[in-house]
C-alpha cells in the first residue's frame, strides 16, 4: 500500500529564524516530508551562529496522526545539530503546542510559546534574532 502524503507546510527563513509553518490534518507520509524540508532547509541556509526555529500552526485544525512524531523528533534533532538555540511556537492548539514542548526538551532544546505574532516578533527582536520586529510580524501575517 503506498501512503499518500497528507498536509502542507511552508519553509523559509527570517533573519536568523527559521518559518515552519504546518498546515492541515499530517499523516507519517507528510511528517516524512516535512521532516526532510526543514533538515534541508537547515543543512542548506542556517546561518553560521545561533538560530530560532518557529513553528507557527496557522490554523487550530492542524494536527498530526501517531505516526507522525518521530518524524518531528528527527527534524528537532536536526536542528540543534545545526545550532538552533530554541524552539519558539505561535498557536491556538494547546495539543501542538504541548507534543513540541515535550519532544523539545527531549532532545534539549528550551522552549517558548506564544499566542500572538507581536509578543513573539517582539521576544525575538529583544534577544537579537531578528532586526525588526514588524518585518516579522508582516511575513508571518502574510504566510
Not at 500552526?57 to 512524531?69: Q, V
Not at 517558548?112 to 534577544?127: A, I, K, M, Q, V
Request: proline residues 4%; glycine residues 4%; neutral net charge.
Amino acid at each position: 500500500m503506498i501512503d499518500i502524503a497528507h498536509g502542507e507546510i511552508n519553509v523559509e527563513w527570517f533573519d536568523n529564524v527559521l518559518i515552519s509553518a504546518p498546515l492541515g490534518p499530517i499523516n507519517g507520509a507528510g511528517a516524512q516530508m516535512f521532516s526532510e524540508k526543514i533538515c534541508t532547509s537547515i543543512i542548506n541556509n542556517a546561518p553560521r551562529k545561533p538560530w530560532v526555529r518557529v513553528e507557527f500552526f496557522r490554523d487550530f485544525y492542524t494536527l498530526a496522526t501517531p505516526d507522525a512524531y518521530r518524524f518531528l523528533l528527527k527534524s528537532l534533532t536536526c536542528s540543534l545539530r545545526y545550532q538552533c538555540e530554541m524552539i519558539c511556537v505561535i498557536g491556538v492548539n494547546s495539543c501542538n503546542v504541548s507534543l513540541l514542548e515535550k519532544y523539545s526538551h527531549l532532545v534539549g532544546l528550551p522552549f517558548f510559546t506564544f499566542s500572538c505574532l507581536s509578543s513573539l516578533s517582539n521576544f525575538l527582536e529583544d534577544r537579537k534574532f531578528v532586526n525588526e520586529a514588524d518585518a516579522l510580524r508582516a511575513r508571518l501575517g502574510a504566510i
